[in-house]
């Protein structure tokens, strides 16, 4: 297997794939901190995933209390030295609930961008290599189902399934999986021009082979791209349908549900039930659109530089 | 067979946030404020917010309070509801309205005499003749045999009207009722045109909504607006004072409150005219000398179990249930009540005339309605359940957040005595038509309170009824029910009505949750309303006025 | 040109008629059954049945299906089974509501958005930059249904004053009807800047690469001539058919702002009937949305055509 063909970054490094040298951590450190430098807001964005992940994936350690644990006479309380964000209605802590909120909605983010993406991958890299009367059905479907507003899709597909996380996820990543296929589809077209595809071909190497190894590595950047937004979709999406109804139901701590249900109805007397979640929701938006905006101009060598006068 | 008399359907529950939990028993209805030596004022305008759109207009095809409210202002019935500030809110006095004088005769005739010179409304094609008997008769006809009436068991018991004379109506009824008057008053039994339904084939499109009422329909514009304006010959001389009434349609909750706090609205946003008690700090402060006043709402949380399979074939084990429930939690954690409301026996407690005080129960009875853990714990490990129990449990989401936090601080305090729920959701379209008929595993929770005629409520205990979620065949309890239809000394019949709210409170075949005290409210230059249960907000508008 | 429409056309419809069969089936999934939650609590057996037969619910499903697409044929979308009314009036009151909105949104986000993505690519890497890509991207990342309930409660509790609530038609007061479209439109329009900002500069920087403007700096042309005279109309060929889509997409997914603003848009209406399980609006609404949208999609690669002679299908 050839290595993978190699992007060139704007510091002039080469991005190597092999590891094993032994400057190797002290290479991806160097090139961890050029990213910084020359993307502070990917990298500012980058952080916020990363608080992130840390909050969802360690939330049982970080969170003091559990998520429905109600604390006896601790009905919303103003965020202070107990609790950092105040209670809710039903006496739970909010900061407890919005570090469980953040498991919550990285599994639905996670969930539904994997899944989309997986079928983004096999629709979109199918049809851009077998081309023909396969595509162009293919394409006719992806079309259609595109067509429909997300709402719509969102809507019917969780009173189909019923509510729960793991349907919503399911519906999310089906109607994810459209749009993504077309912009996978191009990108394994735009690949296939090269020549080396045609060269492993006349090496005889099989279709499967051909499209894991050569397209759908190259096409990878495009579905990082596309994964990072994604998961700032999803979380919008989820609270949307939080506000009508459809989201994240209990026991589970979702932002969304925080947001447009009880947080709505307490709006005035304790605004802390709503601000917080909602700042969280905000946050980790902000956060994956930064990153995978830098990700862009990263893995994107047509994107780099030079947007004023020439550079000599 | 039996049916509420007004009916507010489950979905529109959905859009009220779920709020129903609780209802307190203390004396949470303020008295009445004194009688008014104020002269009425005449002219202005009412304005008032509701959330959903009307579907249709037509009163035999629909229970949606969304119809019934705007025919409200629009219509007419034998008997009504009195309205004004004089009123306790959840009594529901009859008094009359298009009959002048009634009484029965024997144990199943009635026999109304309607007031003379009652003008229709001077719109075509009826085109302001006089009401006859011949209309009531053709309007109960209709009522009853019109295919796909949900309202038709309100008058279920009714097996002929007749109209011997110009001003005289009889009805027949095929078994004794002593519900049926309060039957009248509901707001399905509006009278109706025989133009109308022959110009426009129904009822359903706006401009065949003509009534006899105080105002008259004046203009409809979809999902944004409906108005009416002053019937110049209501047959009640100086009424309606205002002259006219605007409904405007605001689905949103933030949004109707937010215009609620800039003026433009006379009554409370929500549904009942009510604000939310977690508003009114906000809404007293922005609206000086706003009019409130609290009162219990009809609906609350409501349990249906199967009780010819295990675990709830014990009584023992639904007696657990009932103990390990905390109603005051369940108001004090809802935005609605803030912690004022009130339990609900089997009739609700608003409904005060019949509803039985948690005091005046047997022991077990007064047992479900005290938060004791330890007591449901070992009422569960006499029935066989030493180490506690899993449960699925079905309910919907639809009905709000409001209703899902209730649902939650159930299931935590069922964890407490060992019981374990593993809720089960089910999207509300899905979940109102299966579980409520029946169709769910072991235990389902909902929401019920819709009708204001006790009469009702006692339909989930009748064998054979479709509403008979637990599926009760109880030959003693059917009896009582039975008999107290037929007893038509108020006295005797509401001491057989309390006689079956003991009793039910022993075997519990349901649970029920409380009910919340909701603020009636009122801009100050309102005079003469007070808010009560049910959708007869033309009933309660007819005598107020404005004064500014 | 003229073949490559034709062919287009002949693509498209196979997808409308795809798209027509999910259009039909997808309501028909939902479970519930729509006669007995039109009953609601109070039906009995046989009156079911009567209302099924009269809804002609009682028919064989493909049946059901050919005589729709025969009906839309001849224009005939059906009535609602709840209120009876015929769903292409219903259709023809609530589009222009929703189109108000979703173009008035989509020109406040090019408003926004289009400058925004000029000074971005221009100074790329600069702190302005960084400055208006974050702000772009915070309108995004808020919650839109959050911003509007603060923008409609803050200002009752603060001052006793709120939007309008209350829908206005423009044969009854041509300004207040466009008033009222201003405020939602324009927090609708902030969450659609981001990606027209994101997609202005990504071809901006492209373009602002090519050849000719390297002339045109090697010329001597001031900064403003470059961008605005020869890259811009360029760099904005893909922003317009991002628009074209934009525009479907908000036409079925306003129903948050309509029920805040209390416009009587075709969001709503699809949202309950779907709710309701209505299943001649949600098919007629879904037909219409996804109608607009293949031609949408026709007429933007038509225009593409026309623009780039090097596009060919």
């Known amino acids: 297997m050839q290595s993978n063909p190699v992007e060139v970054a704007p510091w002039g490094d080469r991005i190597s794939s092999k590891s094993g040298s032994p400057s190797h951590t002290a290479a991806v450190l160097q090139h961890l901190w050029q990213f910084v430098r020359h993307k502070p807001l990917g990298a500012l964005g980058g952080f916020i995933v990363l608080v992130l992940l840390t909050l969802a994936l360690f939330a049982p350690w970080i969170a003091p209390y559990k998520y429905d644990e109600t604390i006896p006479g601790g009905r919303m309380k103003a965020p202070g030295a107990q609790f950092w964000m105040g209670t809710d209605n039903l006496g739970r802590d909010v900061f407890s609930r919005v570090v469980y909120g953040a498991s919550v909605s990285v599994t639905v983010g996670f969930g539904a961008v994997l899944l989309a993406n997986v079928l983004a991958a096999l629709i979109g890299v199918t049809s851009g290599y077998f081309g023909g009367a396969y595509d162009i059905c293919v394409q006719r479907v992806v079309d259609a189902w595109q067509s429909f507003p997300f709402l719509v899709v969102i809507l019917s597909m969780m009173a189909v399934l019923g509510p729960g996380l793991l349907n919503l996820v399911l519906a999310l990543g089906v109607l994810g999986a459209a749009a993504g296929s077309r912009v996978v589809r191009g990108a394994t077209i735009s690949v296939m021009q090269n020549t080396y595809v045609e060269a492993a071909r006349a090496l005889g190497a099989g279709h499967l082979r051909i499209m894991l190894c050569y397209l759908l590595p190259n096409v990878a950047a495009t579905i990082i791209i596309l994964a990072t937004i994604g998961l700032g979709a999803a979380i919008l999406a989820e609270s949307a349908l939080s506000f009508l109804g459809f989201g994240v139901p209990p026991p589970y701590p979702s932002w969304g549900a925080m947001l447009s249900g009880s947080g709505r109805s307490f709006m005035y007397r304790a605004p802390w039930m709503a601000i917080w979640p909602g700042a969280a929701i905000s946050l980790a938006v902000f956060g994956f659109n930064m990153l995978g905006d830098a990700l862009r101009d990263v893995l994107d060598p047509r994107l780099r530089g030079g947007g004023g006068r020439p550079v000599s | 067979m039996d049916q509420p008399a007004s009916s507010l359907t489950r979905r529109d529950l959905l859009k009220l946030g779920g709020a129903a939990l609780a209802v307190g028993a203390t004396g949470a209805v303020t008295a009445p404020p004194a009688a008014l030596a104020q002269t009425p004022k005449r002219g202005g305008t009412f304005r008032l917010r509701s959330h959903v759109a009307p579907v249709h207009f037509d009163p035999h095809q629909t229970i949606a309070f969304s119809t019934m409210i705007p025919l409200s202002f629009a219509y007419s019935r034998l008997v009504k509801v009195k309205g004004g500030s004089a009123v306790v809110p959840g009594t529901q006095p009859v008094e009359s309205d298009l009959a002048e004088s009634w009484e029965r005769q024997g144990d199943t005739v009635y026999v109304f005499k309607l007031k003379k010179g009652v003008r229709w409304h001077n719109k075509p094609p009826v085109n302001g003749r006089e009401l006859t008997a011949e209309d009531v008769k053709y309007t109960y006809e209709r009522f009853l045999t019109i295919k796909g009436n949900p309202n038709k068991t309100v008058l279920g018991m009714v097996d002929k009207v007749e109209a011997p004379d110009k001003y005289t109506v009889k009805f027949t009824l095929s078994e004794p009722n002593a519900w049926f008057i309060d039957r009248l008053a509901s707001t399905t039994t509006w009278i109706v045109a025989r133009e109308c339904v022959e110009q426009f084939g129904d009822l359903k499109k706006p401009e065949s909504v003509v009534g006899t009422g105080p105002w008259m329909f004046q203009r409809y514009e979809p999902n944004v607006r409906m108005s009416f304006t002053r019937h110049p010959s209501y047959f009640v001389p100086g009424l309606p004072h205002a002259d006219g009434v605007e409904i405007t349609l605001s689905p949103d909750p933030a949004a109707g409150f937010a215009a609620f706090l800039s003026g433009e609205y006379d009554f409370g946003p929500e549904y009942g005219m009510v604000v939310r008690r977690s508003d009114l700090d906000v809404a007293q402060s922005r609206i000086k000398d706003l009019g409130t006043r609290d009162y219990i709402v009809l609906f609350g949380g409501y349990t249906a179990m199967k009780i010819d399979q295990e675990p709830f074939k014990d009584v023992r084990v639904r007696r657990a249930f009932g103990m390990s429930d905390n109603w005051k939690e369940t108001l004090e954690t809802n935005a609605w009540s803030m912690g004022k409301g009130a339990p609900n026996p089997l009739i609700p407690a608003t409904l005060k005339d019949w509803s039985i005080p948690i005091g005046q129960l047997p022991p077990e009875g007064r047992q479900l309605y005290e938060f004791d853990p330890k007591g449901a714990k070992k009422l569960l490990a006499d029935a066989g359940y030493p180490n506690g129990l899993k449960v699925p449990v079905e309910t919907t989401p639809g009905y709000g957040p409001d209703w899902m936090d209730a649902v939650q601080v159930a299931l935590r305090n069922w964890k407490l005595a060992g019981i374990e729920g593993d809720l089960k959701l089910k999207e509300y379209g899905a979940f109102v038509s299966s579980a409520i008929f029946g169709k769910f595993d072991k235990m389902m929770l909902t929401l019920r309170g819709v009708t204001t005629d006790p009469d009702s409520y006692f339909v989930p205990y009748m064998p054979g009824e479709p509403l008979n979620s637990s599926g009760v065949n109880d030959p003693k309890l059917t009896e009582m029910i039975k008999l107290q239809r037929r007893t038509f000394d108020e006295k005797k019949r509401r001491d057989i009505v309390w006689d079956i709210q003991r009793y039910v409170s022993q075997t519990v075949y349901y649970g029920y949750g409380p009910s919340v005290s909701a603020v009636g409210a009122w801009m100050p230059y309102v005079k003469n309303f007070g808010p009560n249960i049910g959708h007869d907000y033309g009933g309660r508008l007819m005598g107020a006025w404005l004064d500014k | ?313």
């Open chain 3, 1 to 313: 040109m003229k073949r490559y429409v034709f062919r287009r056309l002949l693509v498209a419809i196979p997808s409308l008629l795809i798209a027509s069969l999910i259009v039909f089936s997808l309501p028909r999934l939902l479970p519930g059954d729509v006669v007995q939650l039109m009953l609601e609590e109070k039906a009995y057996g046989k009156d079911l049945d009567d209302l099924r037969a009269k809804l002609g619910l009682n028919r064989p499903m493909y049946i059901q299906y050919v005589e729709w697409l025969g009906q839309v044929a001849r224009g005939d979308l059906g009535e609602s089974l709840w209120t009876r009314r015929p769903v292409l009036e219903e259709l023809a009151r609530r589009l222009p509501i929703s189109l108000e909105l979703g173009v008035l949104a989509l020109a406040f986000a090019i408003v926004i958005a289009v400058p925004i993505g000029v000074v971005a690519a221009i100074r790329q890497d600069t702190l302005a930059d960084y400055a208006m890509r974050s702000m772009a991207i915070l309108g995004l990342s808020v919650p839109g249904f959050w911003i509007a309930t603060l923008c409609v409660l803050l200002p009752a509790i603060w001052w006793g004053w709120s939007p309008p609530i209350q829908f206005t038609a423009f044969s009854v007061s041509p300004w207040a009807h466009f008033a009222q479209f201003l405020l939602p439109a324009f927090i609708l329009g902030i969450a659609s800047a981001a990606a027209i900002m994101r997609l202005t500069r990504g071809t901006l920087l492209e373009v602002l690469r090519q050849d000719y403007v390297r002339t045109a700096w090697a010329k001597g042309l001031r900064e403003r001539v470059v961008v605005l005279k020869h890259s811009l109309k360029n760099a904005l060929i893909p922003v317009v058919t991002v628009l074209g889509i934009q525009v479907a997409q908000i036409l079925g997914g306003t129903v948050i702002f309509e029920s805040i603003f209390g416009l009587p848009g075709m969001g709503r209406f699809l949202f309950d009937a779907i709710n309701q399980r209505d299943y001649p609006v949600i098919q007629g609404v879904n037909l219409l949305i996804v109608s607009v949208v293949v031609l949408m999609n026709l007429i933007v690669d038509a225009f593409y055509a026309f623009l780039d002679p090097r596009i060919r299908y």
